[in-house]
């Protein structure tokens, strides 16, 4: 007898298929009736925005009223045409007043007897550094080597590639000079002390300039020098009260000359002994006002004192510029009625 084995069905391997969970729902279309629309602007809106970008606009044609003065630590706005500070007022000045240059620039002349090209340089510098238009400025510098000595010049065209600049030689200035105190009695001057009124007579161009010593360090601007109203007067410098005109002039003689001399250039008011001597370090010129025989007066003078020491010549090429004017504090001394002083 045979028997077969039938596998029970409790062993068999039931496989079940599990329903996947987490299918979405499929979402059906959008009612149209549940969607808020954006809100349209006004056509009003539009208008005046439109309006105000072209008004904005038109502002930018309009010209500059008010300006920051970068001088002021503040920054303060100031109006363009109704500050006296401004440099482009005064330099507007400038031009227009005292018979300034019509090129508008600002010429600032140097005389050097030695050659230093780093005075020069140093002057150059510290002049464009504080000016507020350095475009403006013109330098007029006199060396003994003058037109010819091109190797100078191009040393400080490399310094200052974009400054204006010209050399100028001594010769006519010095013949000049020469001629004058060419009698042997009298030394012949300090070409410094002198060449500042001398140069407008060579070169004429040089209506209104500025003359600065070469070992000067220049820390004001020089359209505030240049802007000085100088009215009649035909020069401008300050004081420097550390010398006195009692210790360089024997008052006596002077009261004596002042009562027998006429000439247009002796002062009909008595002469102040402790008159403040100028300082010839920065001199600010008008040439329309200033005599052409000026150095003829200056000889006249040191041969009036007899002044035959050249010292006391040196000296007193100060003298004659200052004379005493009124008994206002401080004391204004002129240049044959032709100086003003701050």
Request: aromatic share 12%; hydrophobic share 45%; proline share 7%.
């Amino acid at each position: 007898m045979s028997s077969s084995f039938l596998p029970s069905t409790s062993f068999a391997t039931q496989r079940r298929t599990s329903q996947k969970l987490g299918n979405p729902i499929t979402a059906g279309p959008l009612d149209p009736s549940c969607i808020t629309p954006a809100p349209s602007p006004r056509p009003i809106f539009q208008f005046l925005a439109f309006g105000l970008i072209i008004f904005l606009a038109l502002l930018q044609l309009l010209p500059a009223t008010h300006f920051r003065d970068p001088f002021d630590p503040f920054r303060n706005w100031a109006p363009l045409h109704s500050t006296p500070s401004s440099p482009l007022r005064e330099l507007r000045d400038a031009r227009n007043a005292d018979g300034g240059g019509d090129d508008g620039m600002v010429h600032v002349v140097s005389w050097m007897d030695c050659l230093d090209l780093r005075a020069l340089a140093v002057l150059a510098n510290s002049t464009l550094s504080s000016s507020s238009h350095p475009d403006l400025v013109f330098f007029h510098f006199f060396i003994p080597g003058g037109n010819e000595d091109k190797v100078s010049f191009y040393k400080l065209k490399v310094l200052f590639p974009h400054s204006n600049l010209e050399i100028h030689g001594q010769e006519q200035i010095k013949e000049i000079m020469r001629t004058v105190f060419s009698g042997g009695q009298y030394a012949e001057p300090s070409y410094e002390e002198i060449v500042p009124f001398i140069i407008p007579t060579v070169h004429n161009f040089l209506r209104k300039f500025i003359y600065v010593s070469a070992n000067v360090i220049m820390k004001a601007r020089v359209e505030e020098l240049i802007g000085v109203d100088l009215n009649n007067y035909a020069i401008a410098t300050a004081e420097d009260c550390s010398q006195r005109l009692k210790n360089y002039v024997n008052l006596d003689v002077l009261h004596a000359i002042q009562r027998s001399a006429s000439k247009a250039w002796v002062s009909e008011t008595p002469y102040a002994k402790d008159s403040c001597l100028p300082d010839f370090s920065v001199l600010v010129i008008n040439a329309r006002k200033l005599e052409k025989d000026f150095a003829e007066i200056v000889l006249w003078w040191s041969k009036a004192l007899n002044l035959r020491e050249r010292f006391q010549i040196l000296l007193y090429f100060r003298f004659p510029f200052y004379i005493y004017e009124s008994d206002m504090v401080p004391v204004h001394l002129c240049l044959f009625r032709r100086l003003l002083t701050w």
